[in-house]
């Protein structure tokens, strides 16, 4: 299925980004940086983050204080203003 019309991005691509990049992106930034592209219109970064989600599994829900994956993201919103958001 595709999730994002403007880089032309599947559920599959997403996935396999999570599997393969070694610092688990956790939000649709990183996804596009792993996949060599960059938001567009945005309207596909929360499906982007509940596949994420879904493919981390019980990690995205269960991440403690001490694991890596749960830090503080910055990104950027697709006008290029910085966002900060929890990870988990």
């Known amino acids: 299925m595709i999730v994002c019309s ?5 559920d599959h691509d997403v ?3 999570v599997e393969s990049a070694q610092d688990l992106p956790r939000n649709a930034k990183q996804i596009y940086d792993c996949l060599g592209c960059g938001a567009e219109c945005g309207r596909c970064a929360r499906t982007i983050k509940t596949i994420i989600d879904e ?3 019980a990690c995205a ?3 403690s204080a001490g694991c890596p994956h749960n830090q503080v993201l910055v990104h950027e919103r697709v006008d290029g203003s910085p966002v900060h958001e929890a990870a988990a």
């Open 61 to 63: 829900k269960a991440c």
């Open 55 to 57: 493919a981390l599994g």
């Open 6 to 10: 403007c880089n032309v991005l599947s």
């Open 15 to 17: 996935r396999s980004a």
